[in-house]
Every structure is written in C-alpha cells, then in structure tokens.
C-alpha cells in the first residue's frame, strides 16, 4: 500500500499529542487529520476513508473504548491502535477483544508507533491480497459450470444448490461420461468449503494396496520404495471435499478402512502409529447397482447407508437430447479457441447427426467428437463427414419397415421429453390413449 493512500486519524482530547502525530505522520508520507472527541471522530470516519485510527481512551463524552464499538460496527475493516496514559491489564484485555489491533501506553515511543504503523499495513494488504484471491478462486470456480437446459438437468441443478451448503454426505449416480465429476465439483464450489481443496481419488483405477496408500500416506519405510513420509488424499482434503470416483469398485478391506474414518475423521498412516484428525465433507460416484451389490455382499450394508445419504441421479446423455446442441456449441467454442482454429458452428446435416446419434459413452464422447471434429475440420463450419459418429449413427436403424420407423421416432420424442406422456403426445399430434397403445405395443420402457 502506498503511503500518500493511507489515511491516520488521531482521536485523542489532548491538542499537543493530535498535533505531534499528526506532523509525524504527514511528514512520514501519510495523509493524516485529527479528531478532539469521539463524535468528531465519528463524523470524519463517515466522510472520508480511513485506514488506521490512533484512539484514546480517557476522553470526554463517549471515552475510546465506547468508540471502538461504535467504529467496528460502522467500518469492521478499520485498523484501531488504542492509546493511554493510563495503561491496565484489564483496558487492554477489553480492547483486544473489542477488535481493537493494538494498544500502546504514552508517552509514545516513535519507533514502537512506526513499528506498529508497519506491522497494521503489511496485515491489510494481507487482507487485501486474500480478498482478490478469493475473488479469483470464485472467478475460476464459476467456469466450470454444467451445460444443461433439459428439465432432467435442471432438476440435477435444483439438487446440487440445495445440498451444496449442507455438510451432507453426497452420492451421484449415473453412466460413465455423464459428468459425475463436474458436478461434485459444483457442489463444492457452491458450499462453504470452496475456499479449501477438493481432493479426487479414483478408486477404481488403484489396487487395494496402492489404493490404501493414496487415501491415507504412509510413513517413510511402511514399505519397499517407500523412502519418505507421504501424505494421503484424506489428510489432504482437510478443510474442503473428498470425491471419491467410482466408489463401487473398492475391496472389502478398504469399505472397512473407509467406514471408520468417516464415523471418527481420524486415521494413521500406512506404517505409522500417530493418530491424524481430517474435517472433510464427502461426495462419491459410482455407475455400479449398489444395491445389488449390498444383497450379493459385494458392499457393506453400513458404508452404503453412510455414503447413500443424498442421491442425485444423472441421466445419460440420449435420455436428454435437447441438450445436445447446446454442449455440441459449447465444446466448439472451447477447442476452437484452444486450437486457433475459429468454426462458425455446424452444418444442418452434421447437427441432425449429432442430435440423431445415441451416445453411449455420454457428454465425454460428444466432447470428443466435437474435439477431433475441430481437428479434422477444413471448412469454417463442421460438417457431417468430420464427425466421428456418422457411420456407427446410420447403424443405430433397425430395419426400413415403417414400423420400425415409428418406433424410432416415438422412442426419440419420449427420451427428449423425458416421457413426459402430455409433452410426448401434443409433439407427435396424437392423443395420449393412443400413446400409451403404442408405447404397449412397441415395449418401450423407460431408460430403455
């Protein structure tokens, strides 16, 4: 902070102490005025902005430490030095706990003052810098966002703003590629802990072994190629969110590990005998059926009602077409960018194609498409023949019987609408009896 920007009020009775500071500060470089009593005071703090005030205690009317209550609820980021002739444990105790920032007794030491005066400055552009840190973080945070205007997505984001800024234990469900990350990333960035880590494990991607390292460190020599002391992800998360991938997947022995230190959020490490606290919230993912895990005793029954305490379902990508074109334009906008290579948006027939194709591996492989898309692409506008998907599309037609075609396309209008039967039947310009015929007559299920 510059010093010709920092302003130093001096409320104190005496005129030789507001004249002498004032001075000294002025003569320092600082922008300084003085005030003879608190209401003084109280009215230069409403007109001008002040960085530090030096207040006295002993003053007629409202004495300083009446003041220091008066000015932390009308500026709680003002740096206040309380000042007296008459020093006591108990009025300095009393101050510090009011908020003020120090105390210091007359006659004033100058170079104790211009230590204090330093040691105020370097704490508010501490304060400063962590504000904009913040600001960037939340800046950051926000670019991530879930890219969705179906009803279905809109629903997931109803639930993610509810739970975010409960501590609540969180399960997404749902195929893989459908974002499960993306949104236990959300949720942390909604909810108190977003200024902590989010640490994510990929639990089925690491043996038990190895896995059991990553989520707890180990102590230098736990092991062979252990040569020195690790932290686990679980230590890491500290303060903020542990994602836990693909859940389903994990030994007996490690569901076991995992129980206790989410009922106790203390653990050791591989190796060690110290006893290590952790306040994280958990979030967790998985594609498998836990519940036919449970019965079949693949999964703890107890882990599954610890970690199965808010669902939020993810619906796969053919269940909410509508929402198609508008990643497919997301996705665009991002590799063009990241590649230099500027496209206008998609022909009307590779669009069709897009929207046409079932995706089975979800929102990743659109992205990927869209991506070698952006690759391959000669043209300002994508085209059919640069998507990925155009042969394994025209494969998706069973049979060229109208029958079959019917079934297509009411199976289509059904997953874009979420089977909503009112929505369904208005699009198709039938009644909704003779949706239901159908619907009996073709099999359709939902989710199918």
Not at 148 to 162: A, D, F, I, N
Request: net charge negative.
């Amino acid at each position: 902070m510059d010093k010709r920007d920092t302003g130093i009020l001096v409320v104190d009775d005496e005129l030789i102490v507001r004249e002498s500071l004032t001075k000294w500060f002025r003569e320092d470089g600082f922008r300084s005025e003085a005030a003879e009593n608190a209401a003084a005071a109280l009215r230069k703090l409403q007109n001008s902005n002040w960085d530090i005030a030096l207040v006295d205690i002993k003053m007629p009317g409202m004495d300083g430490i009446e003041l220091l209550q008066r000015v932390k609820e009308l500026k709680p980021d003002l740096f206040v030095i309380i000042i007296t002739a008459f020093a006591s444990v108990d009025t300095a105790v009393k101050a510090l706990k009011l908020g003020a920032h120090d105390y210091i007794t007359k006659p004033i030491d100058p170079d104790y003052l211009d230590h204090l005066i330093s040691k105020a400055l370097n704490e508010r552009n501490l304060l400063r810098e962590n504000l904009k840190l913040k600001d960037v973080v939340s800046e950051l945070s926000e670019q991530d966002e879930i890219i969705g205007e179906s009803p279905e997505m809109q629903h997931v984001m109803e639930l993610v703003k509810t739970v975010a800024p409960t501590d609540t234990t969180v399960m997404i469900r749902g195929e893989s590629g459908t974002g499960k990350e993306l949104v236990a990333r959300a949720i942390h960035n909604h909810s108190t802990r977003k200024f902590f880590p989010i640490v994510t494990v990929n639990c089925g991607a690491l043996t038990e072994t190895l896995l059991e390292s990553e989520l707890f460190g180990h102590e230098k020599g736990a092991f062979t190629g252990a040569q020195y002391r690790r932290k686990g992800k679980v230590e890491l998360a500290d303060g903020g969110t542990l994602f836990l991938d693909e859940i389903g997947n994990i030994s007996p022995k490690t569901q076991m590990d995992l129980l206790r230190v989410i009922e106790t959020k203390q653990f050791m490490r591989v190796g060690g005998s110290e006893i290590i606290r952790s306040d994280f919230r958990i979030i967790c993912a998985t594609n498998r059926d836990l519940e036919v895990a449970v019965k079949d005793g693949s999964f703890r029954e107890d882990l599954y009602y610890r970690l199965n305490v808010f669902t939020i379902p993810l619906p796969p990508l053919r269940a909410r077409k509508g929402d198609v074109a508008k990643l497919a334009h997301y996705f665009l906008e991002k590799y063009s960018k990241a590649m230099g290579k500027p496209k206008h948006g998609f022909t009307t027939e590779a669009m069709h194609t897009l929207k046409a194709y079932d995706w089975p591996g979800n929102v990743r492989e659109l992205e990927n498409a869209v991506e070698r898309a952006v690759v391959i692409s000669a043209c300002p506008t994508i085209e059919k023949h640069d998507l990925p998907v155009q042969t394994r599309s025209t494969q998706q037609a069973n049979g060229k019987r109208l029958e079959d075609i019917e079934k297509k396309h009411i199976e289509e209008i059904l997953h874009e609408t979420g089977w909503n039967i009112s929505r369904s039947a208005a699009i198709l310009d039938i009644d909704r009896v003779t949706l239901y015929h159908k619907i009996e007559k073709f099999g359709l299920k939902r989710n199918q």
